[in-house]
């Protein structure tokens, strides 16, 4: 279990569960890793890639002004990708430029010929990769298996870095169970202090992972916002935990 959530549900108002984060512990070689899925995963993981590959399919780390050219395409991907599982758009253009900047932050991109088919804006630290934010041209993801070429080239760019855990977000729960990833669950606990002022602690994962804290001063947006977690499980602020 989570030590700070132990520590904290006895204090909180409310526990809400929101949804699963998609994590898996990785093995010191990428290797390795494909060799831990079961035979039928593995084979047709590598077979896609393969296929890929001699279509002409790149995956690679942009550098900064590349970042800087592929965005605003990359976001217009991300807005249709959320439009597919009939999500309101997470990000805008500007949330997008501001986070590619970040020190830690990195895109992947695949692309053919020269045609931006999806990537990946995620985080790294010393320990782990957090794959932040999706972007898929949906209309090509079948012909050229974009969605695993870039889980396949996301892993391993984690395993040549070193990295000890990949957080691969919420969404797409069957593909991200069958590829060897595991669901941790995602809580937003509450607090009613004496000014009406509800602080809103949502984590990517109790054990390990950041906050991201929020406060509201507002009674009635409180009380919408209450009522819509409850009755949501899936609802949370966006942008606080990925989708992918």
């Known amino acids: ?25 990785l093995p010191d070689r990428f290797e390795a890793y494909v060799q831990m899925l079961p035979k039928h995963v593995r084979d047709d993981l590598k077979r896609r890639r393969r296929q890929a590959s001699d279509r002409g399919v790149s995956c690679r780390i942009l550098d900064a002004e590349e970042v800087a050219a592929c965005l605003p395409r990359f976001h217009q991907l991300t807005v249709e990708a959320t439009a597919k599982h009939g999500i309101t758009p997470l990000y805008d253009l500007r949330t997008l430029q501001a986070v590619a900047c970040a020190p830690c932050a990195r895109v992947m991109a695949c692309s053919h010929d020269g045609d931006l088919l999806g990537g990946f804006l995620f985080f790294e630290d010393e320990d782990a990769v ?19 070429c870039l889980l396949f080239d996301v892993v391993s760019y984690a395993c040549s870095r070193g990295k000890h855990r990949i957080e691969f977000g919420r969404g797409n729960y069957a593909f ?6 595991r669901g941790v669950p995602l809580y937003s606990l509450f607090f009613f202090t004496h000014n009406s002022t509800v602080v809103l602690a949502t ?9 991201c804290v929020c406060c509201c001063s507002i009674v009635g947006a ?16 966006p942008g606080s935990v990925s989708s992918v």
């Open 1 to 25: 279990g989570s030590p700070l959530l132990e520590r904290l549900k006895d204090q909180a108002d409310a526990i809400v569960f929101l949804d699963l984060n998609h994590i898996h512990e």
């Open 130 to 148: 957090y794959v932040w934010c999706a972007a898929l041209d949906y209309g090509k993801v079948g012909e050229f298996s974009t969605y695993v």
């Open 222 to 237: 409180v009380v919408w916002f209450l009522l819509g977690a409850f009755t949501s499980p899936r609802r949370t602020i």
């Open 203 to 211: 984590r990517f994962d109790f054990r390990s992972s950041p906050s």
């Open 176 to 181: 991200k169970l069958k590829h060897g990833f």
